[in-house]
C-alpha cells in the first residue's frame, strides 16, 4: 500500500508541475494537454536525465534525478510567465474535466494495481528479461545502461521503458520487483486518461465546430461520453472471449453417441483449441488451462502444405491479463501522446513558419511545434522502435489534412507533406543519438507475403468489436455528411490493396533471382516444386479468403472519400475577407480509421524480416497500434451518433452498442479472475513470493543486492530462454557472463557477441582443474560464482577448486557464493 501511494502520489505530482508546460505545448486543444501532461512530464523527465546520464554530466543515482527534476521545474515556470491569469481561469472553468481526469487515473492504477497485487509473479513468458533490464539499470553505475545478461556490453533493446521504470523506483525508494508490477498499473492509468482527453479533444471540435481563429470553445463537451475511450481501448476486447463461452456449452456441436463431436461452425472457423470439441460435462465458463491465451492467438496461417505458423495478435486487455512489461505496452500512454501532437497539429495549434534553407520553402509549423513532435515521436521510437513508422506517418498526414484545410488539395501537398516529414524524422533521430549509437536489431528489411492471406472469419474475430462501430458510424456518415469524394476513393480503394499485391511478387521474384537457394528452400516448405505452380496456388488462396481483404476496403472507401471531401470555396474577390477554414475533428478520426487499416493491409502483402522468418512480429506490433487508433475512432463515432441521433434510432443504436459490449467485455470479466486464481493472493513485491518460495535463493540474492558491483557466474544453457536461469543476474542488476542466448541474438540480430561463453560456464564449473578455471575468470571479469541448485543440476560442478582457492563470501544451506579478487584501477 505504501508503495503504491508513493507512485500515485509522486506522478500526480509530477503531472502538475507539468501543466503550466503542456498549456503552452497545446494550444489548440480542449483541455490544454492537461489529461496527458502525466505522461508527457514523465517523458520530458527521463529524457533530460537520460541525455544528462549518457553525457557525463550526472552519475545514475538520486541527485541525477533531482537535477532533471529541477530542469522540468524550470520549464514549466517558464511557460507558465505571462499566462498564469489564464491557467488559473481554465482550471476555474475546466475544473470538471479535471476532476474526471483526477478520478479516473485514481480508479484505473488503483484498479490494475489491485490486478497485479493479485498475481505479481514474475515468472514466465518475458517477464524475467523485463526485470532484469531494470535491475540492470537500477545498478548500472552510468549510461548507457549495462546488459545484464551479457557482461561487459550495454543493452541493446529499445529500453527507455525501463529507464522511466527505474526512475520512478528510485526517487519513490521502491524494490525493482514492486515497480515492474506498479509500472504496469501505472501504464494501465496514464493511457486511461491519455485515451479520454483525445476523445474529449476529439468532441470538443465534434460538438461546436468553429473557425481556426477562434482560442477557445464556448461550449464544453461532456465530461462522461469520452470514458468510451478508455473502455474501449483497454476493456473491450476481441470475440474470441466471447466464442469461448460458446464452446464451452457445446454450442454448434453434435455430440454423437461414440462420444465424438462435430461442428460445421467451429471447423470452419478454424481457430486452434476452438476448433477441438469441448470437454464434458458442459459448462458455463471455460475452464481450459489458460484458455485467455488464444485470444492473442485467432489469426491462423499455414503454409501451402499445411503446416501452421503462429501469429500474435495482442490487445491492450490480453497484455493486462498476461501482465508482461514490454515495450509495445510500456508505450501505449506515449502512443496516445503522439496521437495528440498530431491532433494539436492538424487543429493548427502550432502554427508558425520555419525556413527551410537552401530551397526557398517554408514549414507551416512554429519551431516550438516542431521541437515537441520530434521530441515525442523521438521518445516513442525509443520506448518500442516498430511503433516509430506508424506514429511518425500519423503526424506526417495529420501536418497534410491541416495543409489541405488551409489550401486544399494539390500537388504543393505533397512537397509540404516532404519538407515536414524528411526533416521530422531526422530531428527525432538526432534528438535520441546515444541510442542508436549502441542499437543494433534484428530487422532485416522487406519480405513478401505471399501464401498466407488472413481470413475474413478470423479478422472479424479479432477486430469485430471495433469493425462494427465503425462501419455503423461510416455509413451514418454516407447519409448525414455531404461532400465526399467517391471517385479518387474508389481508386485508391482498388488500387492499393492491387500494387501491395504486385509488389509482393516483385519482391519475391527479386529475392529468387538473387538467394535461389533460399527460394528453393521456400517452394520446399509450400510443398510446390517452381514459381509458376506458387503462383497459382497463392493466388488461389487468396481469392478462396478474401473477405478479410474485403472488409478493410469496405472501410477504405467510406473513409477516404469523406478525407478527399472538396474543400469550400473560397472567395477570390480580394476586396472580399475569406472566411476562416472551419475546424472539424471528423477528417482526423478517419485519419486513424485509415492509418489502423493501412496498417492492418500492410502484413496481408508485406512484412519486416526478423530471424522468426515469417509475419508473427509484423501482425504483432501493427495490429496494437490499429487496435489504439480504432479504439478511438470507434469510441468518438459512439459519441457523436449518441448525441445526434433521434430518439428512437438512439434507442436501437444504444441496443447495438450494448450488444457490443456484451461480446467485448466477456474476455476481461472472465480472464482477470482466472490469472489471478480469484483474486487470493495480495502483495505488489514479486520477491516476497522469492523468499516463500526459494528461501535460500532469496538470501543469496539479498546479499547480493548489497555487495559491491561484480559480474556474476551462473548456470546457463542454450535453451535458457523463459525459465528460471539467469534468476541471479535478474533480481539484482549485477550483470552475469551470459543469461538468455536466444534472446540476446535477437535483440542484437547475431550470437557472435556471445562467443564461447556458454562453453566457458560449462568449463567454469565443471573442470577440476584451478588455472583453467582461473582464466575463464579472468577473461569475463567475474567476481561471484553461484553455486545453487540451478548449478549443480545443469553442470558437473567441480567445486573444490573454488574451495581451495577463493574465499566464500555468502553461504547457507543450498547456496554458496565465491569471490574472485579483482584486479585494481592500476592492473586492469
Known amino acids: 500500500m505504501t508503495s503504491f501511494l508513493s507512485w500515485y502520489l509522486f506522478i500526480t505530482l509530477l503531472g502538475w508541475l507539468t501543466f503550466p508546460l503542456a498549456y503552452r505545448l497545446f494550444p489548440a486543444l480542449a483541455d490544454r494537454g492537461y489529461a496527458l501532461s502525466r505522461a508527457a512530464g514523465l517523458l520530458l523527465w527521463g529524457f533530460l536525465f537520460w541525455w544528462m546520464a549518457s553525457l557525463g554530466i550526472v552519475m545514475n543515482d538520486l541527485g541525477g534525478l533531482l537535477l532533471a527534476l529541477a530542469i522540468l521545474a524550470g520549464l514549466s515556470l517558464w511557460a507558465v510567465l505571462g499566462q498564469r491569469d489564464e491557467v488559473v481561469e481554465f482550471v476555474k472553468q475546466g475544473w470538471k474535466v479535471i476532476l474526471t481526469t483526477e478520478v479516473l487515473f485514481l480508479l484505473a492504477f488503483a484498479f490494475m494495481a489491485y490486478v497485479r497485487a493479485a498475481n505479481p509473479d514474475i515468472l514466465g ?66 493511457a486511461a486518461i491519455g485515451a479520454y482527453g483525445v476523445l474529449y479533444n476529439l468532441l470538443a471540435v465534434a460538438n461546436h465546430p468553429r473557425s481556426a481563429d477562434e482560442d477557445t470553445d464556448p461550449r464544453p463537451p461532456s465530461v462522461l461520453l469520452p470514458l468510451l475511450a478508455p473502455l474501449f481501448l483497454l476493456l473491450v476486447s476481441n470475440v474470441e472471449g466471447f466464442l469461448e463461452i460458446l464452446h464451452r456449452r457445446g454450442l454448434f456441436w453434435t455430440f454423437n453417441a461414440d462420444g465424438s463431436a462435430t461442428s460445421a461452425f ?119 522502435v516498430w511503433d516509430i513508422l506508424a506514429a511518425g506517418t500519423l503526424v506526417a498526414f495529420a501536418y497534410l489534412l491541416f495543409r489541405v484545410r488551409e489550401d486544399g ?73 455531404r461532400g465526399a469524394n467517391w471517385r479518387p476513393a474508389l481508386y485508391v480503394t482498388l488500387g492499393l490493396p492491387l500494387m501491395l499485391w504486385i509488389l509482393s511478387w516483385l519482391l519475391g521474384l527479386a529475392a529468387t533471382a538473387v538467394r535461389p537457394d533460399v527460394a528453393q528452400m521456400f517452394l520446399a516448405t509450400q510443398g510446390v516444386s517452381d514459381t509458376s505452380t506458387l503462383f497459382m496456388a497463392a493466388s488461389a488462396r487468396r481469392l478462396l479468403t478474401i473477405g478479410g481483404l474485403l472488409t478493410l476496403m469496405a472501410l477504405l472507401l467510406p473513409a477516404l472519400a469523406f478525407l478527399f471531401q472538396k474543400r469550400d470555396e473560397i472567395p477570390t474577390d480580394e476586396t472580399e475577407p475569406a472566411a476562416a477554414p472551419s475546424l472539424d475533428s471528423t477528417p482526423f478520426v478517419l485519419l486513424l480509421i485509415l492509418w489502423g487499416l493501412l496498417f492492418v493491409m500492410l502484413p496481408e502483402f508485406l512484412y519486416l524480416q526478423d530471424q522468426f522468418g515469417w509475419r508473427m512480429n509484423t501482425i504483432f506490433k501493427f495490429y496494437y497500434q490499429a487496435w489504439m487508433w480504432w479504439s478511438l475512432a470507434a469510441s468518438f463515432g459512439i459519441a457523436v451518433m449518441w448525441k445526434r441521433l433521434r430518439p428512437i434510432p438512439n434507442v436501437i443504436f444504444t441496443v447495438f452498442v450494448a450488444l457490443i459490449l456484451v461480446v467485448g467485455l466477456a474476455y476481461p470479466v472472465m480472464a482477470f479472475p482466472n490469472k489471478t486464481d480469484n483474486f487470493k493472493v495480495f502483495s505488489l513485491d514479486d520477491f516476497d513470493r522469492v523468499k516463500r518460495d526459494t528461501p535460500d535463493e532469496a538470501a543469496a540474492m539479498q546479499f547480493l543486492m548489497k555487495a559491491e558491483d561484480g559480474v556474476v557466474a551462473e548456470a546457463s544453457l542454450v535453451t535458457a530462454s523463459y525459465s528460471g536461469y539467469s534468476r541471479i543476474s535478474t533480481y539484482t542488476g549485477l550483470p552475469t557472463v551470459i543469461g ?76 554458496t557464493i565465491y569471490e574472485a579478487p579483482q584486479p585494481t584501477d592500476e592492473n586492469r
Not at 446 to 474: E, I, K
Open 125 to 190: 513468458t518475458e517477464k524475467p528479461m523485463e526485470l532484469a533490464f531494470i535491475n540492470a539499470i537500477l545498478r548500472s553505475p552510468t549510461f548507457p545502461p549495462r546488459d545484464p545478461w551479457l557482461s561487459g556490453w550495454s543493452i541493446s533493446y529499445y529500453y527507455f521503458g525501463y529507464v522511466l521504470t527505474a526512475m520512478l523506483a528510485r526517487i519513490t525508494s521502491v524494490a525493482g520487483t514492486a515497480a515492474f508490477n506498479l509500472m504496469l498499473a501505472l501504464v494501465f492509468g496514464l
Open 266 to 384: 467451429w471447423t470452419w472457423l478454424d481457430i486452434r483449441d476452438l476448433n477441438q470439441a469441448p470437454t464434458l460435462p458442459l459448462g458455463g465458463v471455460p475452464e481450459r488451462f489458460w484458455w485467455w491465451w488464444r485470444a492473442s492467438r485467432v489469426i491462423q496461417d499455414t503454409t501451402l502444405s499445411g503446416d501452421w505458423k503462429e501469429i500474435i495478435d495482442e490487445f491492450p486487455a490480453f497484455s493486462f491479463v498476461l501482465g508482461d512489461l514490454h515495450p509495445h505496452v510500456l508505450a501505449l500512454p506515449f502512443g496516445l501522446l503522439v496521437v495528440a501532437v498530431a491532433l494539436n497539429l492538424f487543429l493548427g495549434g502550432w502554427r508558425g513558419s520555419i525556413p527551410v534553407p537552401f530551397l526557398n520553402a517554408r514549414l507551416r509549423i512554429s519551431p516550438l511545434g516542431f521541437l515537441v513532435s520530434a521530441l515525442v515521436l523521438g521518445g516513442l521510437a525509443f520506448l518500442n
Open 409 to 481: 488539395w494539390n500537388w504543393a501537398r505533397l512537397e509540404d507533406l516532404l519538407l515536414f516529414g524528411l526533416p521530422l524524422a531526422v530531428s527525432a533521430f538526432l534528438l535520441y543519438l546515444p541510442f542508436y549509437v549502441g542499437f543494433s536489431s534484428q530487422a532485416g528489411g522487406l519480405l513478401p507475403n505471399l501464401v498466407a492471406p488472413s481470413r475474413g472469419a478470423q479478422l472479424w474475430v479479432m477486430f469485430g468489436t471495433l469493425f462494427l462501430p465503425l462501419f455503423v458510424y461510416l455509413i451514418w456518415l454516407i447519409f448525414t455528411r
Open 740 to 815: 538468455w542466448p536466444m534472446h540476446e541474438g535477437q535483440w542484437r540480430g547475431t550470437s557472435e557477441p556471445q562467443g564461447n561463453r556458454l562453453n566457458d560456464l560449462i568449463t567454469l564449473y565443471s573442470t577440476p582443474d584451478w588455472s583453467t578455471a582461473r582464466q575463464i575468470i579472468e577473461m569475463y571479469h567475474i567476481r561471484y560464482i553461484v553455486i545453487g541448485y540451478l548449478e549443480r543440476t545443469t553442470y558437473t560442478v567441480e567445486e573444490q577448486k573454488f574451495y581451495n582457492n577463493l574465499p566464500i563470501v555468502f553461504q547457507n544451506s543450498s547456496v
